[in-house]
Nanobody
């Protein structure tokens, strides 16, 4: 199996910054796409940002220009730098990775347990 460990969530004031990290471990040959989703209270989970194995990023319109996703393939880790945070960014943020394994040679999605980000004054 594949395990994801997230860190970096917390309470921050509007306009502040946070940096989320997600490290993958387990039995996999490689990691394909890595990304971050979020789910706000009463809302559906949505994609925030994703990054390919070649480090090509994609962002939700709501975070473009404020968030930056990156990955460290040597550490099997994905990061989300969150700047100019707004109250509407408040949500549980979930790490997602797609990995190639012996059991799932075509790729399989795995999810972290989530880390809470609260933006409030």
């Amino acid at each position: 199996q594949v395990q994801l460990v997230e860190s970096g969530g917390g309470l921050v004031q509007p306009g502040g910054s946070l940096r989320l990290s997600c490290a993958a471990s387990g039995e996999f040959f490689r990691i394909n796409v890595m990304g971050w989703y979020r789910q706000a209270p009463g809302k559906e989970r949505e994609l925030v940002a994703a990054i390919t194995s070649g480090s090509s990023p994609n962002y939700a319109d709501s975070v473009k220009g404020r968030f930056a996703i990156s990955r460290d393939n040597a550490r099997d880790t994905v990061y989300l730098q969150m700047n100019s945070l707004k109250p509407e960014d408040t949500a549980v943020y979930y790490c997602n990775v797609n990995t190639v394994t012996l059991r799932h040679p075509g790729g399989m999605d795995y999810w972290g347990k989530g880390t809470l980000v609260t933006v409030s004054s």
